[in-house]
């Protein structure tokens, strides 16, 4: 069963307080299930907002939904009481995707790279590469268990 | 329904990705790749000519399966990846672990 999605939008009243002309939030529960479509909806506000269609198709799709997937699995540990919250700010020169869980969080830097000799016939580990390889910025808080994934509208 | 699945002349079993490859719907064509083997099926074609997107664990199902249909002594090849996906490819190395087509027919060719 699809849970319904709890969105909120705000629209700032004008378009140059903190460079924010809106920014949408959402609280989502931990089943692998809904990532598509938070993903979907993510990407049309991305489209409308006038981000470059490829980056919106490929850099912003796969990122986000590697970052839910990770934030579910690893984070919540698909216990679906858990939330995951996405809070995307569209700001005048990039987009701003947090994601965050209520895991306790990982150090990314203990994260092997997947690409390494001995480690690129592994069926798994290829989540926070992906990411790290197709946003402009990305930073994670001191615990670990939410994420900022920068992205620049050209 | 994901997947489409056919049996070409040469007995290489077709299976075409309508969509995306992802967490919801790798263990699909898992399964089909899996009873196709215990069926005694040896050469494999996975078509990406209708995917738009494959997200990590649709990366992990193919590399497992490519291990097993090596193991098995088959052949995996897969065709018709779209610019994102050829990048998705080479970011992650998996062209090189790859026997990839650019299209279905060349990879069929090729077996």
């Known amino acids: ?122 069926d798994g580990g290829r989540g926070l590469f992906l990411i790290r390889s197709l946003v402009d910025g990305l930073e994670f808080n001191q615990k670990g268990n939410a994420l900022c994934m920068t992205l620049r509208r050209t | 329904m994901s997947f489409s699945v056919r049996r070409d002349a040469k007995g290489v079993m077709v299976i075409g990705v309508d969509g995306q490859l992802i967490v919801g719907n790798r263990h699909e064509l898992k399964s089909q790749v899996t009873e196709a083997l215990e069926r005694g099926e040896r050469k494999f074609l996975v078509d990406f000519t209708k995917t738009g997107y494959i997200d990590s664990s649709g990366l992990g199902v193919l590399v497992s399966l490519s291990k097993r249909i090596r193991e098995s002594g088959g052949e995996l090849r897969l065709a018709g990846l779209n610019d994102d996906l050829k990048t998705l490819f080479e970011l992650t190395k998996l062209d090189t672990l790859f026997a990839v087509s650019d299209t279905a027919e060349e990879a069929l060719a090729a077996f």
């Open chain 1, 1 to 122: 069963m699809t849970v319904p999605l709890r969105l909120s939008v705000r629209h700032t009243s004008s378009a140059d307080e903190a460079g924010l002309p809106f920014q949408i939030a959402l609280a989502v529960p931990s089943d692998l299930g809904l990532v598509e479509q938070v993903v979907d909806l993510v990407a049309r506000h991305s489209l409308a907002a006038g981000l470059p269609p490829r980056r919106v198709r490929f850099h912003l799709r796969t990122a986000l939904a590697e970052a839910l997937a990770n934030a579910m699995r690893y984070g919540n540990r698909l216990d679906q009481a858990r939330k995951v919250s996405v809070r995307v700010e569209f700001a005048v020169e990039a987009i701003h995707l947090h994601v965050a869980d209520e895991g306790d969080g990982f150090d990314p830097a203990r994260v092997p790279d997947p690409t390494a000799p001995d480690r690129i016939g592994a």
